[in-house]
């Protein structure tokens, strides 16, 4: 093992997923409970408006509760911790910040330019708990 993976493994991180995937699964509930409240009401715009707002909220939430499944099933398989496009390990302060973190500083920047190589990235990395996998890649 490299030193580097010592602290991407074992039950601290898993617990701390496993939080996180219960508090996002709750959100998720919670939002699609309110959503469906709202649209069995009698259509009106304020309740319309609630209604998009609340749909919006839970297709957020959902997304975000896949980027921690995501991210404890990089737990399961070893690649928790490490950058997805160049394997570099992620700085701890970002992980600490956001577990579901996929991709190190450098890569992460990628996301605004697709293709772009580490020497054109000059944007500074982002601190983003769910980050989207970038257009065109699989
Ligand atoms: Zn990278």
């Not at 991210?71 to 992980?95: D, K, S």
């Not at 579901?100 to 605004?112: F, K, L, P």
């Amino acid at each position: 093992m490299r030193a580097e993976d010592k602290d991407t493994r074992g039950p601290r991180w898993r617990a701390i997923l496993e939080a996180r995937w219960r508090d996002r699964l709750q959100e998720v509930i919670e939002l699609s409970g309110a959503y469906y409240a709202a649209t069995a009401e009698p259509a009106g715009g304020i309740e319309d408006r609630r209604a998009r707002r609340l749909l919006r909220q839970a297709v957020v939430a959902r997304q975000r509760l896949a980027d921690t499944e995501a991210a404890l099933t990089r737990l399961a398989t070893g690649g928790f911790g490490r950058c997805e496009q160049c394997a570099t390990p992620i700085v701890p302060v970002l992980l600490a910040a956001a577990p579901e973190t996929r991709y190190c500083t450098r890569c992460g920047t990628a996301e605004i330019a697709p293709g772009n190589g580490h020497k054109e990235r000059a944007a500074p990395p982002r601190l983003v708990p769910a980050q989207r996998i970038p257009a065109g890649r699989p």
